[in-house]
């Protein structure tokens, strides 16, 4: 059994296959280093990941097994662990990232050419692939049909755990002491503890109780990034220490508008999982072709002080260092921050696209495409590209009291509930502080970008003259 992004064994599609038609599983992990040569030693994921495998480890341990922890290529470690160990099969469930497709395909040939098979199966989402299309065949580039025809074919029978008898002969890793720590796999533990969400099946399991007593308002707190109304669930989702099913079950079992809400967001998270699988190209490119040749004008040095949170507008920079510190951001800032780097900054969205990718916990390549190209007005059902939010308005609406700015902006704090959304229009200030001194002037004037803005996305819309 090849975990990837399936850290749990409670509940794991591949695990359950493997446990019930073999006597013998044998369980691994690679950390993948065509993944990893790309990150920093110290990325705080790998945090994340290796508590969550510890305590895997001391699960599989339990029952008798243990976990075989690897570094370097998949494509050759894989089949040469299944021929030591004289595997008739390897399971593992399916990703359907490019990379990961590709790697899949060529550690398939690799086994069986050595007579061994890579059964993958369906896991992270309730619907993959084919499985929902239009009355045409196609797949679907609008959330609210795609939306629809997934409730339509959902039942929750999709939604029931997949046993996993652990008992059935997980057999222990010869000479293995143990997971070995962060620096005997060649990386260090993050500079600071900044980790808020606890990793881990116990940190997942932890979270989806917390927030099944909040589920019922989460649809009128979403929005609202000082108030804790989200579930935090993304990092577990994406590593997957908690198994969709058990995350629609939660949304299913209760009746209650934040519980819609909540599903529908799930849903989101298919609907670029599927994008993705059938438009690839996604990944380098604009969905909209139209979109595909913009050359965006914004300069580097605002790109530098958007990443640090030091653009003078205080929803955003609060955005920002709240990515930079936690490696987390609440899903209405990323709109704001990602509408502000494109609309207002004029930069390219793929510049901002990999800076999440680079700071994210939860990061994950077809929701942050899905988000970016949203935002952006580049990707299908996207924001229509003349609707710019307003980095003020946005902040008065859903920090009105900017308690979210003060957490994060705190040369801010002495400010009042009106100047904090925009210390430049103030009529007057806490005394001793200087604008410009204390926090950074605007460094792009929102009407004047937003008209550029509509200029350079409106020339595209109407094609060349
Ligand atoms: C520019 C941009 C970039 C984003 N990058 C990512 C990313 O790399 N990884 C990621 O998981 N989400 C991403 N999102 C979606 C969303 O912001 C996060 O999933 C959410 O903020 C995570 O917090 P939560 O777990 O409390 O979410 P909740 O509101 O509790 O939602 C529950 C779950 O639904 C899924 N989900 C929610 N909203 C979306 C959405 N819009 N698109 C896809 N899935 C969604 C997530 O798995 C999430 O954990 C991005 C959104 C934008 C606008």
């Excluded at 089949?79 to 008739?88: I, N, Q, R, V, Y």
């Excluded at 490696?327 to 207002?344: E, P, Q, W």
Aim: aromatic share 12%; charged share 20%.
């Amino acid at each position: 059994m090849w975990f990837r992004r399936d850290l749990r064994t409670v509940d794991n599609a591949a695990l359950s296959h493997a446990l019930r038609h073999h006597n013998i599983t044998h369980c691994v992990f690679v950390f993948d280093e065509n993944i990893l040569r790309h990150l920093p030693r110290d990325d705080r994921r790998l945090d994340f990941i290796h508590s969550s495998l510890q305590e895997l480890d001391a699960t599989l341990r339990q029952h008798g097994g243990g976990l075989y922890v690897l570094r370097g290529d998949p494509m050759q470690l894989i089949p040469e662990l299944a021929a030591s160990l004289g595997c008739d099969a390897v399971y593992c469930n399916r990703d359907y990232e490019p990379y990961a497709r590709e790697r899949d395909n060529k550690v398939a040939a690799l086994l069986q050419k050595q007579g061994c098979e890579l059964r993958s199966f369906k896991d992270q989402v309730i619907f993959e692939q084919d499985e929902i299309l239009t009355a045409q065949g196609r797949p679907y580039t609008v959330f609210t049909p795609y939306m629809r025809a997934w409730r339509k074919r959902f039942t929750p029978a999709l939604a029931q755990a997949h046993p996993t008898p652990l008992q059935n002969a997980l057999p222990l890793p010869p000479s293995s002491q143990g997971l070995p720590p962060l620096d005997a796999l060649g990386f260090t533990a993050a500079p600071t503890q900044t980790l808020k969400v606890k990793s881990g099946r116990t940190g997942g399991e932890a979270l989806l109780l917390d927030f099944a007593h909040r589920i019922h308002a989460y649809k009128a707190s979403r929005d609202f990034p000082a108030i804790k109304g989200v579930s935090y669930l993304s990092a577990h989702l994406r590593f997957g220490t908690i198994s969709v099913r058990e995350a629609v079950s939660l949304a299913i079992g209760e009746q209650s508008e934040g519980a819609e809400s909540w599903l529908n967001e799930l849903i989101w998270r298919e609907f670029y999982q599927q994008l993705l699988w059938h438009f690839p190209h996604v990944a380098e490119y604009s969905f909209k072709a139209e979109y595909r040749q913009l050359s965006f004008p914004g300069e580097d040095r605002w790109f530098d002080a958007w990443c640090q949170g030091n653009t003078g507008y205080p929803i955003v920079d609060a955005a920002m260092r709240q990515l930079n510190q936690s490696g987390f951001m609440h899903n209405r800032l990323r709109m704001i921050a990602a509408s502000f780097l494109v609309k207002d900054l004029l930069l390219d969205w793929r510049r901002g696209e990999a800076y999440f990718a680079a700071k994210l916990m939860d990061f994950d390549l077809a929701a942050n495409n899905g988000g970016w190209q949203w935002a952006a007005s580049t990707g299908c059902d996207a924001q229509p590209y003349f609707r710019i939010f307003n980095p003020v308005s946005q902040s008065e609406k859903f920090d009105p009291e900017g308690k979210f700015i003060r957490r994060y902006v705190p040369e801010l704090a002495a400010l009042d509930n009106r100047a904090i959304h925009a210390p430049w229009q103030a009529k007057s200030l806490p005394a001793g502080f200087v604008l410009g001194r204390d926090y950074p002037q605007p460094i792009v004037d929102h009407a004047v970008q937003r008209e550029l803005a509509l200029t350079l996305f409106g020339k595209k819309q109407q094609g060349p003259a």
